[in-house]
């Protein structure tokens, strides 16, 4: 499996600023996504991070809020804009491989943003 | 679309006794089947995984077996530790349906007491 970091592993910010995450694999990797877990709850994934195109971004979820990079095949950012205290979440990235007939996934560690 | 039903938690436990989640599935294709635990204050790690119908999958003293008749995939662990203290998310990918996307269950908080 991938091994997976994130920068920063928390942070806590001030609304109506920016925060950018960096996800760092140690292979390249085809797919990546961006998920988001609010307290308490489930994971939501907020976009497929694409590498030389636009991300693919899922229902509710829009690029001006959440812009996302991916220059290579092992590193992508997600950024939120213009923070609320409803961002507070802890953010994942994860990398997926395909073995055969299905899709495995594997994640970071999380940045727990707290966002005042 | 697919999706995931798991039983709400928390399930609090005393050490040494039998731990069952269920987790149901609909899905419009044939998926392949995940449990994943996240640990106090980390990420998520896979626990175990099966890609077929009658798969069991394994790993930790935890186990899943993939029905595909009753469409679930129940975790069970036949006796639990303070360490086994965790989120668990039943999670499905259907790569036919749904490309590469995860969809996950709400989750279940298991607290085991020593």
């Not at chain 1, 976009?47 to 812009?67: C, H, L, R």
């Not at chain 2, 998926?31 to 980390?42: A, C």
């Not at chain 2, 930790?60 to 998310?89: C, I, M, N, P």
Request: contains cysteine; neutral net charge; charged residues 15%.
């Amino acid at each position: 499996s991938a091994v997976i970091s994130q920068k920063p592993s928390r942070d806590i910010c001030q609304r109506g600023t920016s925060l950018t995450i960096q996800c760092q694999v140690d292979s390249q990797v085809t797919m990546m996504f961006w998920y988001r877990q609010q307290p308490g709850q489930s994971l939501t994934l907020i976009a497929t991070a694409n590498q030389g195109s636009e991300a693919t971004y899922e229902s509710g979820f829009v690029i001006d809020k959440f812009p996302i990079s991916r220059p290579n095949l092992t590193f992508s950012t997600l950024t939120v804009s213009n923070m609320s205290p409803e961002d507070s979440s802890i953010y994942l990235c994860s990398v997926g491989t395909i073995a055969g007939s299905y899709n495995e996934q594997f994640f970071g560690p999380g940045t727990r943003l707290t966002v005042l | 679309g697919n999706s995931v039903t798991q039983m709400e938690g928390p399930v609090t436990l005393s050490e040494e006794a039998f731990l069952t989640i269920n987790c149901t599935y609909t899905a419009t294709g044939y998926p392949s089947l995940f449990w994943y635990v996240q640990y106090p204050g980390e990420g998520l790690q896979l626990l175990l995984k099966a890609t077929k119908a009658d798969d069991k999958g394994s790993n930790k003293g935890f186990e899943a077996t993939y029905r595909k008749e009753t469409t679930s995939f129940h975790l069970e662990k036949g006796s639990v530790q303070v360490s086994d203290s965790a989120v668990y998310f039943c999670a499905l990918s259907d790569l036919g349906a749904a490309g590469n996307k995860l969809t996950f269950g709400g989750g279940t908080r298991v607290l085991v007491k020593p």
